[in-house]
């Protein structure tokens, strides 16, 4: 018995010991709370901050990042009308045809076209970004755990010293919240890198909470609904539950026991 306890104690201190160092290795740290309103139960999207969002997606990630799953009529949702969003749409070319001659053509893109992909194929993507392949955006926040925290804090956690014996391969950079803390992405937000059109003040962190609501928005447009739907279940099932108790109450009242 002695002997199970000194190795059982050993194995213990073992782990202990390789413990920080695998996670430091392997493991991303975790994200910072970035106090979104939309994450509480009965929080909603904020339509400004959603429609900065989009701004930053435009300007800075569309240059890299698809989001396939999404049309521009669908931002009418966060507040546009929909003049302002042909307007938006009509910026873009997309492919279409092919027309009488049989030929492709390029044309401004309508509220019924999906967001442009940013290149053609992802052999030609991965050929602008030294081999690596940006992932599509349209539902990043629900793909990743505690997603808006975790983008938000990825897009404001470079410019941070690797630890020490990391070694940073060729083409990556250091973000301590990324798994493995090596990512091909470099950091894209910088201060006043943007001009919001409502006059807010466009600093990295600013923008990043913002593209993160517009993304959050993005990967879950149904969330405000779904909830309005749930506190009205909750309260049908209050009413009900307390109707049955005093239905029961009147019904065993009349009742006397044998």
Request: net charge neutral.
């Amino acid at each position: 018995m002695k002997r199970f306890l000194k190795i059982a104690a050993l194995a213990g201190a073992v782990l202990v010991a390789a413990g920080p160092s695998g996670q430091a290795a392997g493991e991303a740290r975790h994200a910072r709370d970035g106090g979104f309103g939309f994450a509480n139960l009965f929080g909603s999207f904020d339509r400004a901050s959603a429609q900065r969002g989009l701004q930053v997606y435009k300007e800075v990630c569309s240059t890299c990042h698809s989001m396939n799953l999404l049309s521009y009529r669908n931002l009418t949702e966060i507040g546009l009308s929909e003049t302002q969003v042909q307007g938006i749409a009509a910026t873009f070319e997309v492919t279409d045809g092919p027309n009488d001659e049989g030929a492709m053509f390029q044309r401004p893109a309508r509220l019924s076209d999906r967001f442009r992909r940013p290149h053609p194929n992802d052999a030609a993507a991965r050929a602008a970004n030294n081999g690596a392949l940006p992932p599509d955006l349209s539902v990043m926040i629900k793909a990743r755990h505690d997603g808006a925290n975790y983008v938000y804090s990825l897009l404001t956690g470079y410019g941070q010293e690797p630890p020490p014996g990391m070694t940073i391969g060729d083409g990556m950079n250091y973000n301590p919240y990324y798994p493995g803390g090596q990512i091909a992405m470099g950091q894209v937000l910088n201060d006043d890198q943007i001009e919001y059109t409502d006059g807010t003040t466009a600093s990295a962190d600013q923008m990043a909470r913002d593209v993160t609501t517009f993304l959050a928005w993005a990967a879950e447009p149904e969330l405000e609904a779904r909830r309005r739907m749930g506190i009205r279940v909750l309260i049908f099932l209050g009413i009900a539950g307390v109707l049955t108790y005093l239905v029961k109450k009147k019904i065993w009242a009349d009742l006397k026991p044998a």
